[in-house]
Protein backbone atom coordinates (compact mmCIF):
# COMPACT_ATOMS: atom_id res chain seq x y z
CA UNK A 1 0.00 0.00 0.00
CA UNK A 2 1.49 3.23 -1.10
CA UNK A 3 0.81 6.73 0.51
CA UNK A 4 0.90 10.39 -0.98
CA UNK A 5 3.40 12.44 0.40
CA UNK A 6 2.20 14.54 2.88
CA UNK A 7 1.75 18.77 2.14
CA UNK A 8 5.18 20.39 2.66
CA UNK A 9 5.29 21.98 6.34
CA UNK A 10 6.16 25.61 4.74
CA UNK A 11 2.95 24.99 2.26
CA UNK A 12 0.35 25.32 5.23
CA UNK A 13 -2.68 26.33 2.83
CA UNK A 14 -1.58 24.42 -0.15
CA UNK A 15 -3.99 21.04 -0.88
CA UNK A 16 -4.49 20.94 -4.46
CA UNK A 17 -1.70 20.31 -7.26
CA UNK A 18 1.22 21.22 -7.24
CA UNK A 19 1.76 24.65 -8.66
CA UNK A 20 4.77 25.42 -11.20
CA UNK A 21 6.89 28.89 -10.57
CA UNK A 22 6.19 31.60 -8.10
CA UNK A 23 2.79 32.26 -6.92
CA UNK A 24 2.17 35.61 -6.18
CA UNK A 25 2.02 35.36 -2.67
CA UNK A 26 5.82 34.07 -3.05
CA UNK A 27 6.71 36.26 -5.82
CA UNK A 28 5.33 39.45 -3.74
CA UNK A 29 7.58 37.80 -1.13
CA UNK A 30 10.82 37.97 -3.32
CA UNK A 31 9.47 41.81 -4.25
CA UNK A 32 9.64 42.45 -0.35
CA UNK A 33 13.19 41.06 -0.08
CA UNK A 34 14.69 43.01 -3.15
CA UNK A 35 12.98 46.33 -1.66
CA UNK A 36 14.61 45.44 1.54
CA UNK A 37 18.09 44.52 -0.22
CA UNK A 38 18.62 47.35 -3.02
CA UNK A 39 19.35 50.15 -0.19
CA UNK A 40 22.73 47.69 0.54
CA UNK A 41 23.28 46.86 -2.46
CA UNK A 42 23.00 50.34 -3.58
CA UNK A 43 25.76 51.14 -0.97
CA UNK A 44 28.14 48.76 -2.95
CA UNK A 45 27.41 49.79 -6.52
CA UNK A 46 28.11 53.44 -5.84
CA UNK A 47 30.94 52.91 -3.51
CA UNK A 48 32.58 50.51 -5.80
CA UNK A 49 31.69 53.12 -8.91
CA UNK A 50 31.79 56.60 -7.74
CA UNK A 51 31.56 59.70 -10.05
CA UNK A 52 34.58 61.12 -8.14
CA UNK A 53 36.86 58.28 -6.67
CA UNK A 54 38.59 60.03 -2.84
CA UNK A 55 39.14 56.30 -1.99
CA UNK A 56 43.32 56.97 -1.96
CA UNK A 57 42.50 60.53 -0.09
CA UNK A 58 40.40 58.91 2.12
CA UNK A 59 42.55 55.81 2.92
CA UNK A 60 45.85 58.43 3.01
CA UNK A 61 43.98 60.79 5.33
CA UNK A 62 40.87 60.60 7.66
CA UNK A 63 40.12 57.28 7.14
CA UNK A 64 42.37 55.78 9.74
CA UNK A 65 41.54 57.76 12.09
CA UNK A 66 37.94 57.17 11.54
CA UNK A 67 38.45 53.18 11.77
CA UNK A 68 40.83 53.72 14.56
CA UNK A 69 38.14 55.89 16.83
CA UNK A 70 35.49 53.06 16.00
CA UNK A 71 37.54 50.64 16.51
CA UNK A 72 38.02 51.97 20.39
CA UNK A 73 34.32 52.62 20.56
CA UNK A 74 33.14 49.18 19.89
CA UNK A 75 35.69 47.56 21.92
CA UNK A 76 35.28 49.91 25.10
CA UNK A 77 31.73 49.57 24.74
CA UNK A 78 31.73 46.08 24.54
CA UNK A 79 33.64 45.23 27.31
CA UNK A 80 31.78 47.84 29.60
CA UNK A 81 28.38 46.50 28.39
CA UNK A 82 29.90 42.46 28.66
CA UNK A 83 31.25 43.07 32.31
CA UNK A 84 28.36 45.12 33.48
CA UNK A 85 25.04 43.14 31.75
CA UNK A 86 26.41 39.55 32.64
CA UNK A 87 27.61 40.86 36.13
CA UNK A 88 24.04 42.32 36.63
CA UNK A 89 22.36 39.19 34.89
CA UNK A 90 24.43 36.57 37.19
CA UNK A 91 23.52 37.99 40.80
CA UNK A 92 19.65 38.65 39.75
CA UNK A 93 19.69 35.09 38.79
CA UNK A 94 21.72 33.60 41.81
CA UNK A 95 21.30 35.75 44.53
CA UNK A 96 18.12 36.96 46.45
CA UNK A 97 18.91 40.40 48.20
CA UNK A 98 17.29 43.75 49.01
CA UNK A 99 15.09 45.36 46.23
CA UNK A 100 15.81 42.40 43.91
CA UNK A 101 12.47 41.89 42.58
CA UNK A 102 12.62 45.54 41.78
CA UNK A 103 15.87 45.75 40.38
CA UNK A 104 15.23 42.59 37.84
CA UNK A 105 13.09 44.62 35.75
CA UNK A 106 14.07 48.29 36.88
CA UNK A 107 17.75 47.49 34.73
CA UNK A 108 16.15 46.95 31.77
CA UNK A 109 14.29 50.90 31.58
CA UNK A 110 17.55 52.37 29.92
CA UNK A 111 16.96 50.98 26.71
CA UNK A 112 14.04 53.52 26.64
CA UNK A 113 16.72 56.18 26.82
CA UNK A 114 18.09 57.18 23.29
CA UNK A 115 22.28 57.15 23.86
CA UNK A 116 22.53 60.69 22.67
CA UNK A 117 19.44 62.23 25.44
CA UNK A 118 22.04 60.13 27.33
CA UNK A 119 24.91 62.04 26.20
CA UNK A 120 22.93 65.24 26.75
CA UNK A 121 22.32 65.21 30.22
CA UNK A 122 25.83 63.87 31.05
CA UNK A 123 27.23 66.60 29.81
CA UNK A 124 24.73 68.99 31.38
CA UNK A 125 24.86 67.00 34.84
CA UNK A 126 29.14 67.09 34.68
CA UNK A 127 30.23 70.27 32.72
CA UNK A 128 31.53 73.12 34.43
CA UNK A 129 28.51 75.13 35.31
CA UNK A 130 26.73 72.15 35.70
CA UNK A 131 25.68 70.83 39.91
CA UNK A 132 28.70 68.26 40.29
CA UNK A 133 31.75 70.71 39.45
CA UNK A 134 29.23 73.74 41.45
CA UNK A 135 28.73 71.70 43.97
CA UNK A 136 32.62 71.46 44.14
CA UNK A 137 34.14 74.76 43.94
CA UNK A 138 31.04 75.50 47.08
CA UNK A 139 32.34 72.77 49.20
CA UNK A 140 35.95 73.26 48.57
CA UNK A 141 36.37 76.96 47.80
CA UNK A 142 37.72 76.84 44.16
CA UNK A 143 37.57 79.44 42.53
CA UNK A 144 37.93 78.69 39.12
CA UNK A 145 38.86 75.17 36.80
CA UNK A 146 42.48 76.23 37.24
CA UNK A 147 41.92 75.64 41.05
CA UNK A 148 41.11 71.80 40.33
CA UNK A 149 41.08 68.53 37.93
CA UNK A 150 38.03 67.20 36.29
CA UNK A 151 38.14 64.85 33.57
CA UNK A 152 37.18 65.53 30.42
CA UNK A 153 33.71 65.24 29.52
CA UNK A 154 33.56 65.70 25.62
CA UNK A 155 35.77 62.76 24.56
CA UNK A 156 35.84 59.39 23.85
CA UNK A 157 35.98 57.81 27.35
CA UNK A 158 32.55 59.40 28.45
CA UNK A 159 31.32 58.68 24.79
CA UNK A 160 31.83 55.03 25.89
CA UNK A 161 30.32 55.19 28.94
CA UNK A 162 27.26 56.47 27.67
CA UNK A 163 26.82 54.21 25.23
CA UNK A 164 27.22 51.33 27.77
CA UNK A 165 25.19 52.60 29.87
CA UNK A 166 22.34 53.14 27.67
CA UNK A 167 22.94 49.59 25.63
CA UNK A 168 24.23 47.31 28.42
CA UNK A 169 20.43 46.01 28.60
CA UNK A 170 20.57 43.91 25.33
CA UNK A 171 23.59 41.80 27.28
CA UNK A 172 21.65 41.53 30.37
CA UNK A 173 18.65 40.50 29.06
CA UNK A 174 19.83 37.65 26.92
CA UNK A 175 22.18 36.64 29.51
CA UNK A 176 19.83 36.18 32.10
CA UNK A 177 18.05 34.16 30.35
CA UNK A 178 21.11 31.96 29.98
CA UNK A 179 21.46 31.98 33.84
CA UNK A 180 18.21 31.11 34.45
CA UNK A 181 18.06 28.01 32.54
CA UNK A 182 21.15 26.39 33.51
CA UNK A 183 20.16 23.47 36.05
CA UNK A 184 20.84 23.68 38.90
CA UNK A 185 22.87 20.58 39.28
CA UNK A 186 25.75 21.45 37.84
CA UNK A 187 26.20 24.83 40.33
CA UNK A 188 25.54 21.84 43.46
CA UNK A 189 28.29 19.77 41.94
CA UNK A 190 30.95 22.49 41.66
CA UNK A 191 29.82 23.90 44.97
CA UNK A 192 30.09 20.07 46.65
CA UNK A 193 34.14 19.83 45.16
CA UNK A 194 34.43 23.13 47.20
CA UNK A 195 34.19 25.78 44.47
CA UNK A 196 33.21 29.44 45.79
CA UNK A 197 31.29 31.60 44.65
CA UNK A 198 33.59 33.37 42.21
CA UNK A 199 35.16 29.89 41.02
CA UNK A 200 31.32 28.85 40.25
CA UNK A 201 30.80 31.72 38.41
CA UNK A 202 34.15 31.33 36.28
CA UNK A 203 33.89 27.61 35.38
CA UNK A 204 30.53 26.90 35.64
CA UNK A 205 28.26 29.87 34.67
CA UNK A 206 30.43 31.77 32.74
CA UNK A 207 31.18 29.35 29.84
CA UNK A 208 27.97 27.82 29.75
CA UNK A 209 26.80 31.58 29.25
CA UNK A 210 29.32 32.69 26.59
CA UNK A 211 26.95 32.29 23.75
CA UNK A 212 24.19 34.54 24.96
CA UNK A 213 26.80 37.05 25.88
CA UNK A 214 28.78 36.93 22.58
CA UNK A 215 25.13 37.66 21.02
CA UNK A 216 24.48 40.40 23.36
CA UNK A 217 27.93 41.92 22.80
CA UNK A 218 27.65 41.69 19.20
CA UNK A 219 24.08 43.74 19.10
CA UNK A 220 26.17 46.14 21.37
CA UNK A 221 28.60 46.52 19.00
CA UNK A 222 26.26 47.26 15.63
CA UNK A 223 24.11 49.59 17.69
CA UNK A 224 27.98 51.69 19.13
CA UNK A 225 28.52 51.89 14.53
CA UNK A 226 25.44 53.21 14.12
CA UNK A 227 25.48 55.72 16.46
CA UNK A 228 25.73 59.66 15.72
CA UNK A 229 24.05 61.83 18.01
CA UNK A 230 26.59 60.73 20.86
CA UNK A 231 29.82 60.84 19.09
CA UNK A 232 28.65 64.07 17.20
CA UNK A 233 28.03 65.67 20.49
CA UNK A 234 31.22 64.39 22.03
CA UNK A 235 33.44 65.57 19.10
CA UNK A 236 34.43 61.74 18.21
CA UNK A 237 35.37 60.78 15.03
CA UNK A 238 33.88 57.71 14.01
CA UNK A 239 33.16 55.83 10.37
CA UNK A 240 29.51 57.33 11.05
CA UNK A 241 30.29 61.09 11.71
CA UNK A 242 32.68 60.21 8.35
CA UNK A 243 29.45 59.70 5.93
CA UNK A 244 28.08 63.08 7.27
CA UNK A 245 30.84 65.10 6.51
CA UNK A 246 32.02 63.92 3.35
CA UNK A 247 29.00 63.75 1.78
CA UNK A 248 26.88 67.16 3.50
CA UNK A 249 30.55 69.07 4.06
CA UNK A 250 32.71 67.98 1.36
CA UNK A 251 29.41 67.30 -1.04
CA UNK A 252 30.78 63.81 -2.42
CA UNK A 253 28.19 61.05 -2.22
CA UNK A 254 30.20 58.43 -3.67
CA UNK A 255 33.22 58.77 -0.76
CA UNK A 256 30.03 59.12 1.69
CA UNK A 257 28.93 55.22 0.09
CA UNK A 258 32.40 54.75 0.33
CA UNK A 259 32.99 54.85 3.88
CA UNK A 260 29.60 53.38 4.18
CA UNK A 261 30.78 50.23 2.61
CA UNK A 262 33.41 50.18 4.98
CA UNK A 263 31.01 50.14 7.95
CA UNK A 264 28.98 47.22 5.98
CA UNK A 265 31.96 45.03 5.87
CA UNK A 266 32.29 45.65 9.62
CA UNK A 267 28.75 44.94 10.62
CA UNK A 268 29.63 41.90 7.87
CA UNK A 269 32.66 40.88 10.26
CA UNK A 270 31.24 41.36 13.84
CA UNK A 271 28.52 38.99 12.23
CA UNK A 272 30.66 36.62 11.54
CA UNK A 273 32.76 36.39 14.22
CA UNK A 274 29.86 36.22 16.80
CA UNK A 275 28.66 33.16 14.73
CA UNK A 276 31.69 31.41 14.60
CA UNK A 277 32.26 32.37 18.40
CA UNK A 278 28.92 29.96 18.83
CA UNK A 279 29.48 27.25 15.93
CA UNK A 280 31.51 24.40 17.96
CA UNK A 281 29.75 25.34 21.11
CA UNK A 282 27.33 22.95 22.09
CA UNK A 283 25.37 22.49 25.28
CA UNK A 284 22.69 19.85 25.77
CA UNK A 285 20.35 19.24 28.91
CA UNK A 286 21.20 15.49 29.83
CA UNK A 287 17.71 15.69 31.47
CA UNK A 288 13.89 16.24 30.58
CA UNK A 289 13.43 17.72 34.06
CA UNK A 290 15.22 21.00 34.72
CA UNK A 291 15.39 22.24 38.35
CA UNK A 292 17.18 25.79 38.11
CA UNK A 293 19.80 26.78 40.61
CA UNK A 294 18.24 28.06 44.14
CA UNK A 295 19.25 31.56 45.10
CA UNK A 296 21.67 32.10 47.85
CA UNK A 297 20.51 34.47 50.81
CA UNK A 298 22.34 38.05 51.21
CA UNK A 299 21.50 40.21 53.90
CA UNK A 300 23.41 42.64 55.85
CA UNK A 301 26.60 44.49 54.16
CA UNK A 302 27.14 42.09 51.67
CA UNK A 303 23.20 42.56 50.76
CA UNK A 304 23.15 46.14 50.76
CA UNK A 305 26.69 45.81 48.33
CA UNK A 306 24.89 43.62 45.59
CA UNK A 307 22.09 45.57 45.38
CA UNK A 308 24.36 49.01 44.90
CA UNK A 309 26.26 46.87 42.34
CA UNK A 310 22.97 46.30 40.61
CA UNK A 311 21.00 49.52 41.25
CA UNK A 312 24.20 51.64 39.74
CA UNK A 313 23.87 50.71 35.78
CA UNK A 314 20.33 51.29 36.50
CA UNK A 315 21.23 55.03 38.03
CA UNK A 316 23.33 55.67 35.25
CA UNK A 317 21.33 54.50 32.33
CA UNK A 318 17.97 55.17 33.87
CA UNK A 319 17.62 57.60 36.74
CA UNK A 320 20.36 60.08 35.69
CA UNK A 321 19.27 61.09 32.23
CA UNK A 322 15.86 61.26 33.15
CA UNK A 323 15.89 63.36 35.81
CA UNK A 324 18.24 65.60 34.01
CA UNK A 325 15.92 66.14 30.98
CA UNK A 326 12.58 66.14 33.49
CA UNK A 327 13.98 68.81 35.50
CA UNK A 328 15.03 70.71 32.03
CA UNK A 329 11.17 70.21 30.63
CA UNK A 330 9.95 71.17 34.24
CA UNK A 331 12.17 74.41 34.20
CA UNK A 332 10.93 75.57 30.28
CA UNK A 333 7.35 74.87 30.22
CA UNK A 334 6.72 77.37 28.03
CA UNK A 335 8.02 74.86 25.23
CA UNK A 336 5.68 72.56 25.89
CA UNK A 337 3.44 74.54 23.67
CA UNK A 338 6.12 75.62 21.11
CA UNK A 339 4.75 75.11 17.56
CA UNK A 340 7.67 73.66 16.19
CA UNK A 341 7.67 70.79 18.89
CA UNK A 342 3.61 70.26 17.71
CA UNK A 343 4.77 69.89 14.39
CA UNK A 344 7.55 67.06 15.30
CA UNK A 345 5.66 65.33 17.00
CA UNK A 346 3.15 64.80 14.72
CA UNK A 347 5.53 64.34 11.76
CA UNK A 348 6.78 61.37 14.18
CA UNK A 349 3.73 59.89 14.95
CA UNK A 350 2.40 60.46 11.14
CA UNK A 351 5.79 58.75 9.79
CA UNK A 352 6.84 56.38 12.74
CA UNK A 353 3.20 55.01 12.17
CA UNK A 354 3.01 55.07 8.59
CA UNK A 355 6.48 52.86 8.51
CA UNK A 356 5.22 50.23 11.40
CA UNK A 357 2.00 49.39 9.75
CA UNK A 358 3.96 49.08 6.51
CA UNK A 359 6.99 46.79 7.51
CA UNK A 360 5.03 44.70 9.64
CA UNK A 361 2.41 44.19 6.65
CA UNK A 362 5.32 43.71 4.77
CA UNK A 363 6.50 41.39 7.19
CA UNK A 364 4.19 38.93 8.02
CA UNK A 365 2.88 38.93 3.96
CA UNK A 366 6.78 38.00 3.01
CA UNK A 367 6.81 35.24 5.89
CA UNK A 368 3.35 34.00 4.50
CA UNK A 369 4.62 33.99 0.83
CA UNK A 370 7.40 32.20 1.91
CA UNK A 371 5.31 29.49 3.88
CA UNK A 372 3.64 29.15 0.31
CA UNK A 373 6.06 28.76 -1.70
CA UNK A 374 8.18 25.59 -2.95
CA UNK A 375 10.73 27.54 -4.25
CA UNK A 376 14.11 28.08 -3.01
CA UNK A 377 14.87 31.87 -3.86
CA UNK A 378 12.04 32.75 -1.43
CA UNK A 379 13.53 30.74 1.28
CA UNK A 380 17.11 31.39 1.35
CA UNK A 381 16.37 35.31 0.90
CA UNK A 382 14.21 35.59 3.90
CA UNK A 383 17.01 35.48 6.42
CA UNK A 384 19.10 37.67 4.48
CA UNK A 385 16.19 40.30 4.75
CA UNK A 386 17.21 41.17 8.35
CA UNK A 387 20.53 42.90 7.26
CA UNK A 388 18.95 45.63 7.93
CA UNK A 389 18.80 45.91 10.94
CA UNK A 390 22.62 45.32 11.28
CA UNK A 391 23.01 47.81 8.91
CA UNK A 392 23.37 51.54 10.34
CA UNK A 393 21.07 54.20 9.58
CA UNK A 394 23.61 56.23 8.02
CA UNK A 395 24.44 53.18 5.35
CA UNK A 396 20.59 53.14 4.58
CA UNK A 397 20.42 56.54 3.77
CA UNK A 398 23.33 56.82 1.66
CA UNK A 399 21.71 53.73 0.06
CA UNK A 400 18.55 55.20 -0.59
CA UNK A 401 18.88 59.10 -1.23
CA UNK A 402 21.11 59.04 -3.83
CA UNK A 403 19.44 56.29 -6.14
CA UNK A 404 15.93 58.08 -4.97
CA UNK A 405 16.92 61.85 -6.11
CA UNK A 406 18.14 59.96 -9.07
CA UNK A 407 14.86 58.12 -9.84
CA UNK A 408 13.13 61.54 -8.06
CA UNK A 409 14.75 63.76 -11.08
CA UNK A 410 14.18 61.47 -13.94
CA UNK A 411 10.01 60.83 -12.69
CA UNK A 412 10.04 64.72 -13.08
CA UNK A 413 11.31 65.36 -16.04
CA UNK A 414 9.55 62.89 -18.00
CA UNK A 415 6.05 64.12 -15.97
CA UNK A 416 7.19 67.80 -17.03
CA UNK A 417 7.82 66.47 -20.82
CA UNK A 418 4.68 64.41 -20.97
CA UNK A 419 2.19 67.29 -19.37
CA UNK A 420 3.86 70.30 -19.09
CA UNK A 421 3.72 70.31 -15.29
CA UNK A 422 6.21 70.26 -12.57
CA UNK A 423 5.52 68.34 -9.97
CA UNK A 424 8.81 68.97 -8.03
CA UNK A 425 10.62 65.86 -5.94
CA UNK A 426 7.79 64.01 -5.72
CA UNK A 427 9.72 60.84 -3.61
CA UNK A 428 13.12 62.87 -1.98
CA UNK A 429 10.37 65.76 -1.68
CA UNK A 430 8.15 63.94 0.87
CA UNK A 431 9.01 61.61 3.75
CA UNK A 432 8.57 58.82 1.60
CA UNK A 433 12.44 58.02 1.85
CA UNK A 434 12.11 57.65 5.62
CA UNK A 435 9.24 55.53 5.35
CA UNK A 436 11.71 53.45 3.20
CA UNK A 437 14.08 53.64 5.44
CA UNK A 438 12.54 53.16 8.73
CA UNK A 439 10.81 49.84 6.70
CA UNK A 440 14.54 48.54 5.53
CA UNK A 441 16.00 49.14 8.89
CA UNK A 442 13.62 47.58 11.75
CA UNK A 443 12.22 44.66 9.20
CA UNK A 444 13.49 42.34 10.67
CA UNK A 445 11.78 43.01 13.63
CA UNK A 446 8.39 42.78 12.07
CA UNK A 447 9.69 39.70 10.13
CA UNK A 448 10.78 37.65 13.07
CA UNK A 449 7.95 38.65 15.28
CA UNK A 450 5.50 37.32 12.17
CA UNK A 451 7.56 33.74 11.82
CA UNK A 452 7.97 33.12 15.10
CA UNK A 453 3.47 33.43 15.75
CA UNK A 454 2.87 31.69 12.15
CA UNK A 455 5.22 28.85 13.43
CA UNK A 456 2.89 28.52 16.83
CA UNK A 457 -0.07 27.56 14.55
CA UNK A 458 -0.90 24.57 13.34
CA UNK A 459 -0.45 23.45 9.75
CA UNK A 460 -4.01 21.80 10.30
CA UNK A 461 -5.68 24.45 10.68
CA UNK A 462 -4.23 26.08 6.91
CA UNK A 463 -5.38 22.87 5.79
CA UNK A 464 -9.24 22.38 7.17
CA UNK A 465 -9.65 26.27 6.03
CA UNK A 466 -8.58 25.41 2.34
CA UNK A 467 -10.20 22.01 2.16
CA UNK A 468 -13.49 23.96 2.54
CA UNK A 469 -12.59 26.13 -0.47
CA UNK A 470 -10.91 29.44 1.56
CA UNK A 471 -8.19 31.20 -0.92
CA UNK A 472 -4.91 31.61 0.23
CA UNK A 473 -5.72 35.37 0.86
CA UNK A 474 -8.48 34.11 3.22
CA UNK A 475 -6.64 31.97 5.26
CA UNK A 476 -4.77 34.60 5.99
CA UNK A 477 -7.25 36.76 7.00
CA UNK A 478 -10.13 33.93 8.59
CA UNK A 479 -7.04 31.27 10.15
CA UNK A 480 -3.50 33.45 10.93
CA UNK A 481 -4.56 36.92 11.92
CA UNK A 482 -6.83 36.29 14.62
CA UNK A 483 -3.69 33.41 15.91
CA UNK A 484 -0.76 36.20 15.50
CA UNK A 485 -2.75 39.50 16.74
CA UNK A 486 -0.64 39.84 19.80
CA UNK A 487 2.32 39.33 18.04
CA UNK A 488 1.60 41.68 14.91
CA UNK A 489 0.60 44.43 18.05
CA UNK A 490 3.47 43.74 19.27
CA UNK A 491 5.73 43.86 16.73
CA UNK A 492 3.84 46.97 15.59
CA UNK A 493 4.94 48.74 19.00
CA UNK A 494 8.60 47.79 18.72
CA UNK A 495 9.00 49.27 15.24
CA UNK A 496 7.31 52.61 15.95
CA UNK A 497 9.50 53.15 18.90
CA UNK A 498 12.42 52.65 16.99
CA UNK A 499 11.38 54.57 14.33
CA UNK A 500 10.71 57.33 17.15
CA UNK A 501 14.33 57.22 18.40
CA UNK A 502 16.52 56.83 15.13
CA UNK A 503 18.55 59.88 14.48
CA UNK A 504 21.29 59.05 11.71
CA UNK A 505 18.86 57.88 8.99
CA UNK A 506 16.38 60.63 9.76
CA UNK A 507 19.06 63.52 9.69
CA UNK A 508 20.04 62.54 6.22
CA UNK A 509 16.62 61.68 4.51
CA UNK A 510 14.58 64.31 6.03
CA UNK A 511 12.73 66.89 3.66
CA UNK A 512 13.89 70.44 4.25
CA UNK A 513 12.63 71.79 7.45
CA UNK A 514 11.07 68.64 7.89
CA UNK A 515 11.74 67.95 12.04
CA UNK A 516 11.12 65.29 14.20
CA UNK A 517 11.25 64.55 17.77
CA UNK A 518 14.69 62.95 17.11
CA UNK A 519 15.74 65.71 14.61
CA UNK A 520 14.52 68.55 17.53
CA UNK A 521 16.14 66.80 20.31
CA UNK A 522 19.83 66.60 18.04
CA UNK A 523 18.98 70.08 16.70
CA UNK A 524 18.69 71.67 20.50
CA UNK A 525 21.18 70.12 22.30
CA UNK A 526 23.94 71.25 19.27
CA UNK A 527 22.89 74.72 19.98
CA UNK A 528 23.21 73.93 23.36
CA UNK A 529 19.74 74.60 24.43
CA UNK A 530 18.48 71.69 26.34
CA UNK A 531 15.79 73.60 27.64
CA UNK A 532 14.56 74.15 24.26
CA UNK A 533 15.00 70.03 23.50
CA UNK A 534 14.17 68.65 26.83
CA UNK A 535 10.30 68.47 26.31
CA UNK A 536 10.77 66.82 22.92
CA UNK A 537 13.25 64.30 25.00
CA UNK A 538 10.96 63.51 27.30
CA UNK A 539 8.40 62.47 24.53
CA UNK A 540 10.83 60.39 23.41
CA UNK A 541 11.56 58.42 26.24
CA UNK A 542 7.67 58.16 27.19
CA UNK A 543 7.84 56.07 23.79
CA UNK A 544 10.80 54.05 24.53
CA UNK A 545 9.48 53.36 28.14
CA UNK A 546 5.52 51.62 26.60
CA UNK A 547 8.39 49.34 24.43
CA UNK A 548 10.60 48.28 27.26
CA UNK A 549 7.39 47.46 29.40
CA UNK A 550 6.15 45.45 26.45
CA UNK A 551 9.41 43.84 26.71
CA UNK A 552 9.46 43.47 30.61
CA UNK A 553 6.25 41.82 29.91
CA UNK A 554 7.15 39.38 27.32
CA UNK A 555 10.04 38.45 29.61
CA UNK A 556 8.54 37.36 32.79
Request: hydrophobic share 55%; proline share 6%.
Amino acid sequence: MTHAPAPDRADPAATKAPRRGLNPWSAGAVLIAALVLAPILSVVGIALFPDENIWPHLVSTTLPRYLANTGVLMAGTGLLTAGAGTGAAWLIARYDFPFRGWLEWLLLLPLAIPAYVGAYALVDFLEYAGPVQTGLRQLFGWQSARDYWFPEIRSMGAAIVVLSAALYPYVYLLTRAAFREQSGSADEVARSLGAGALSRFWRVGLPLARPAIAAGVAIVMMEAVNDFGTVDYFAVQTLTTGIFSVWLQSGNPGGAAQIAMVILAVVVILVTLERASRRRMRFFMLSKTRRPAARTQLTGLKGAMVTALCAFPFALGFVLPTGVILSHALANAEEWADPALVRAAVHTLTVGGIAAVVTVAGGVFMVYGVRLSGARLPRLLMPVTSIGYAAPGAVLGVGILIPLAALDHVLADGVEAATGIDIGLVLTGSAFALVLAYAVRFFAIAQGAADAAMGRVSPNLAHAARSLGRTRGQVLGAVYAPLIRSSVASALLLVFVDCVKELPATLLLRPFNYETLATRVHQQASLENLGGAAPAAMLVILVGLAAVGLLARANR
